[in-house]
């Protein structure tokens, strides 16, 4: 324990080292409230050809133009590819001429078409946007038309039909707002973890953020090891205790620097209202540190110069960071990423308590492969 609480002292007593304590509280939240200010302007523009010109197109447009993430440029179809062209526009939405006819039918397959360019990025945010347009629209057609026809089974044959259709339709449409009577809240299992992803955005906010500026901090704070590993571990080798023992303490030693760290950070994002309050998620962002000074551990095994072990580290936060999802969810722009995404670190923290154990099994598996291979390496390096 000497050597513990001597590299405990030694780093609380370095004011370089408290950069690095402060560095991953401070980084996350000025670069998470930076990035949701940003967020909250952020605006897309589309284009809507609209070949239709009835009232229930009209109707979609208005609405999309209301909406205040989106910039609707109303225009023509050969202006429209031109502007995606050019990407002046992240997508083009073209209604088709019989768009009221087929919604009144009950026929809402394939009533607009989607035009995209490979570098339109908002495309599938803006799709489900429209998406909740017509749904709302075809279920208060669907309605009025039931309304309809349930009286004329009862009745017969009404005169006044078009205008009970009409009364039936307003009369739905004002169940829309405030808001819908009635939402869902599902989960499909078979893309369980895709939708947490998708759905939790104070991960890729706050808590991504976190996880990318405390690797980068565990990173240098573990250069000791590249630092020590010629002049002092051959010495250290020699003496009672050996180098397993010096290794595991003076780790123990960053780890608790580390976690006081987390503590501070866990309770400031939870002041917030960045996360819930939760011991697993406590807990999750723990084994998240002790993954990162083991993964630390072993890379430093691999490197003699600290500049090189610098480089790497470097690499290997930002690799992981965008893999993962640190600052953003990769699949939106690589979808074939997407699964490689959950095998990340960063996943730990949108996982539900049952995929939280299997988990962090793996990943307490993960470190102590690491820590083995660093301490058989240095061990054996001369």
Not at 248 to 269: E, K, R, V
Not at 346 to 375: C, E, H, K, R, T
Request: aromatic residues 16%; contains cysteine; proline residues 3%.
């Amino acid at each position: 324990m000497g050597i513990l609480i001597q590299k405990v002292k030694y780093i609380f007593y370095k004011p370089w080292m408290m950069f690095f304590f402060l560095f991953p509280i401070a980084a996350t939240f000025f670069f998470g409230f930076l990035f949701e200010k940003q967020q909250q302007e952020l605006v897309i523009p589309i284009a809507v050809v609209n070949e239709d010109q009835h009232h229930f197109s009209k109707t979609v447009v208005k609405q999309l133009k209301n909406e205040p993430r989106l910039v609707v440029r109303e225009t023509t179809a050969s202006n429209a590819e031109k502007l995606l062209v050019r990407n002046d526009v992240d997508s083009v939405f073209y209604i088709k001429r019989d768009f009221q006819e087929q919604l009144m039918d009950e026929d809402w397959e394939e009533t607009i078409e989607l035009w995209t360019s490979p570098t339109s990025l908002a495309t599938g945010v803006v799709r489900e946007l429209v998406a909740s347009k017509i749904t709302r629209l075809t279920t208060t057609i669907k309605a009025s038309n039931r309304v309809v026809d349930l009286m004329e089974r009862r009745f017969g044959k009404l005169s006044e039909s078009n205008q009970l259709w009409n009364e039936a339709y307003e009369y739905t449409e004002k169940q829309w707002e405030p808001e819908p009577l009635m939402t869902i809240d599902y989960r499909d299992n078979g893309d369980k973890k895709a939708k947490e992803r998708e759905e939790n955005i104070d991960f890729t906010s706050f808590l991504g953020l976190w996880s990318f500026f405390t690797m980068l901090a565990c990173f240098f704070t573990s250069d000791w090891i590249v630092k020590e590993r010629k002049k002092i571990f051959p010495r250290i080798q020699t003496m009672n205790r050996g180098l397993m023992g010096y290794l595991l303490q003076s780790s123990g030693a960053n780890l608790f620097f580390h976690m006081i760290q987390l503590t501070i950070s866990y309770f400031l994002l939870v002041h917030f209202h960045m996360i819930d309050s939760s011991p697993t998620m406590f807990i999750m962002m723990v084994l998240f540190i002790i993954f990162c000074v083991a993964l630390c551990s072993g890379v430093a095994s691999f490197i003699s110069h600290p500049g090189t072990y610098y480089i790497a580290g470097f690499f290997i936060t930002f690799l992981i960071g965008i893999i993962g999802g640190s600052f953003f969810p990769i699949g939106d722009i690589t979808p074939s990423l997407a699964a490689l995404s959950l095998w990340m670190p960063q996943s730990f923290f949108i996982l539900d308590s049952a995929s939280a154990v299997n988990y962090s099994v793996f990943l307490i598996l993960v470190s102590v492969i690491l820590w083995g291979m660093a301490i058989w390496r240095l061990k054996k390096a001369k």
